[in-house]
Nanobody
Framework: EVQLQASGGGSVRPGGSLRLSCTASVSTLDDYTVSWFRQAPGKERVWVSCISPAVGGIEYAESVKGRFTVSTADAKNTIYLQMNALKPDDTAVYYC???????????????????WGRGTQVTVSS
């Protein structure tokens, strides 16, 4: 079983940046697809971005495209989500999730993911 830990959240002003990390209990996430989801207060959890390191696949939700960047750290068991130009609408609890490559239909579908980390709070406010 893979255990994930999301970290790096905090409070920033609009326009600011944060980098979230998703660290796994396995030595490498190369054989997994990792997605980031977020849940704003009173709203359903929604997909943000995904990465499949083995094939170099990366996707973003339209709401974050051009502002967020997902990447693999030098330590292969960690995935980053660099968030720039943050807006108040980005305020949410952010979760990372992982599924073995090929064992899913869509990296945006949370029901496809086997492993979840606890969320990390991101608050964007002036």
């Amino acid at each position: 079983e893979v255990q994930l830990q999301a970290s790096g959240g905090g409070s920033v002003r609009p326009g600011g940046s944060l980098r979230l990390s998703c660290t796994a209990s396995v030595s490498t996430l190369d054989d997994y697809t990792v997605s980031w989801f977020r849940q704003a207060p009173g709203k359903e959890r929604v997909w943000v971005s995904c990465i499949s390191p083995a094939v170099g696949g990366i996707e973003y939700a339209e709401s974050v495209k051009g502002r967020f960047t997902v990447s693999t750290a030098d330590a292969k068991n960690t995935i980053y989500l660099q968030m720039n130009a943050l807006k108040p609408d980005d305020t949410a609890v952010y979760y990372c999730a992982a599924v073995p490559d090929g064992d899913y239909n869509s990296c945006a579908a949370e029901y496809d993911f086997d492993y979840w980390g606890r969320g990390t709070q991101v608050t964007v406010s002036s």
